[in-house]
């Protein structure tokens, strides 16, 4: 196994594969040089000595710009490296793409759902929301009337924690009594229920809930939403008819205001009987064969480390590019997370309005967290900085990764759909449920969430399958990862063999095969909220 990694012929750094000590004799090209210091695994380390001011070049981009003077084989750090970014160039032309050989899934399918449009889910899902935070309690006493009743368990840990509890008790097969035997599922053709809860619909801008009420509607309209049960109080600003706007009219919506009945009583009887009726109707619908130019693949990434942009994020990139090339969609988020690498997307984007559009919405973005006082240089974590991404270029340049190299056909904002084939990008916040939250909203029927760190995220209507970066993180929390791209790090597989194995993986996965999100139960999902609470 090496020992270091060039990422790019043009970079200046090299990244350490396992910890390097002191006087570590390092031989590159027709030098030699002795490590002056320990370099740890995922760490970055000069090839030559720097003055300050020197540009650090990492992934063929800068990265950032040292603050002191360092001698070749030094460890970059927070303490001796700034954020810093290249200045941007106009568009140029449309670009060319080689995409790669797809002809061993050219004839593949997937067992989806076809809804009203033509758009096909990977799953079918019942929702209840509701449209303000004042009736979240109302949706938890929905989810603890059905969830079990109907033989959907939240938690692939719960009835291990219930049996610890009985034996605890000195109960075996009852709690109060009740007996806690598996219960049969009445609607098997339903993948389940899911009980969105949220801070929105009130007290903030009128933006910000035009906003929610326009990301309720796209989980209502989701190709793996059957139908809605709909929570309204009936004075907040998320208004009931500007949902019904929103909304395509496709699919069984069942709006409930809770004023309107008055008794709470009534109102969640009324609720329980609405969505029988709408899981009756539900499991109607039956899996078919479908092309995978109906996938549309939401690129995430959380809990990144060092490894990340070497291993995980281009074998997710090798993916897009494959799906792509078949005809499918895939969408590139995290706007925070792509700054220092602007350029190479206004070079990849297929006409100026695209480009135009990208800048201008990461203007707009940056300006609007320099006005509260921070900045994207802010983003890398505590846990990133630790695993050797100590500059948000750095970290950005990795993240990239994830949308491969074929053309930007769209630039969305927050809450716009997919609506062409293709590689979109899409402005949402860098924080993981959030930006989770906002690629289920723009239509992604599956999602890849690489991670080096380890998170346990997942989302209420898209399975999200989960990548390690590294074999060590998929060993220590099996519960959570689906796929290992440590290989990559091992030499025990090339990106592409990699991303071929990830791709079969996901056409099991959206024709129903259950991710570790699945079964531990992970639904989350948290609104962007661009104004100020009032």
Avoid at 178 to 190: C, G, I, L
Avoid at 320 to 343: H, K, Y
Avoid at 440 to 469: E, H, Q, R
Wanted: contains cysteine; hydrophobic residues 40%; glycine residues 10%.
């Amino acid at each position: 196994m090496k020992v270091f990694l060039q990422i790019d012929p043009k970079d200046n750094v090299l990244v350490a594969l396992q910890d390097l000590p002191a006087g570590t004799q390092v031989e590159w090209g027709s030098s030699r040089l002795l490590l002056p210091g320990p370099v740890r695994a995922k760490h970055k380390f000069l090839i030559e000595g720097g003055r300050k001011g020197q540009e650090v070049i990492m992934y063929g981009v800068l990265v950032g710009r040292l603050n002191k003077d360092l001698p070749a084989g030094a460890e970059l750090t927070t303490e001796n490296l700034i954020h810093a970014t290249a200045d941007l160039v106009d568009w140029q032309g449309a670009p060319t793409w080689s995409p790669p050989n797809v002809e061993r899934w050219r004839n593949k399918t997937f067992a989806g759902f076809h809804r009203p449009g033509g758009r096909v889910g990977t799953r079918n899902l019942w929702l209840v929301v509701p449209l303000v935070f004042c009736e979240n309690q109302n949706v938890e006493i929905l989810r603890d009337a059905l969830i079990d009743e109907l033989g959907y368990g939240r938690d692939a840990q719960i009835p291990h924690l219930r049996a610890l509890a009985r034996r605890s008790l000195g109960r075996q097969n009852t709690i109060d009594g009740v007996s806690m035997q598996k219960r049969e599922r009445p609607f098997p053709n339903v993948d389940g229920i899911r009980f969105l809860t949220h801070d929105a619909g009130c007290g903030g801008t009128r933006q910000d809930a035009e906003l929610f009420v326009k990301l309720v509607a796209a989980y209502i309209d989701h190709p793996n939403v059957a139908g809605a049960t709909v929570l309204s109080l009936g004075c907040q600003n998320a208004e009931v008819d500007l949902l019904r706007k929103e909304l395509d009219g496709q699919k069984p919506v069942h709006i409930l205001d809770h004023q309107t009945v008055g008794d709470r009583r009534h109102y969640l009887e009324m609720a329980v009987a609405r969505t029988i009726d709408g899981l009756t109707e539900s499991n109607n619908h039956l899996r078919k064969s479908a092309p995978l130019n109906k996938l549309t693949l939401g690129l995430e990434c959380g809990g990144s480390d060092g490894f990340s942009g070497i291993s995980a994020n281009p074998v997710l990139g090798y993916v897009s590019d494959l799906l792509v090339a078949l005809g499918g969609s895939a969408i590139l988020a995290e706007f925070p997370e792509l700054a220092g690498v602007e350029q190479e997307l206004i070079n990849r984007s297929v006409d100026q309005y695209t480009a135009d559009r990208f800048v201008q919405l990461m203007r707009d973005y940056g300006q609007a967290v320099e006005r509260s006082g921070s900045s994207f240089a802010a983003n890398p974590s505590p846990g990133n900085i630790r695993d050797g991404l100590v500059t948000d270029a750095m970290k950005s340049a990795g993240a990239a990764k994830k949308g491969g190299t074929s053309p930007v056909v769209a630039c969305l904002d927050y809450t716009e759909p997919v609506e062409k084939p293709g590689l979109h990008l899409l402005c949402t916040p860098g924080n993981d449920v959030e930006s989770t939250t906002a690629l289920a909203g723009s239509g992604a029927n599956l999602i890849v969430f690489t991670t080096g760190l380890g998170t346990p995220t997942g989302n209420p209507v898209a399975p999200v399958l989960k990548m390690s970066s590294n074999t060590a993180l998929a060993e220590r929390m099996p519960d959570i990862i689906d796929f290992d791209a440590g290989t990559v790090i091992r030499g025990k597989q090339t990106i592409m063999e990699a991303g071929e194995q990830l791709l079969d993986k996901l056409i099991a996965v959206a024709s129903g095969e259950h991710t570790k999100s699945d079964m531990n139960g992970q639904e989350d999902f948290i609104v962007w909220k661009r104004g100020v609470s009032l």
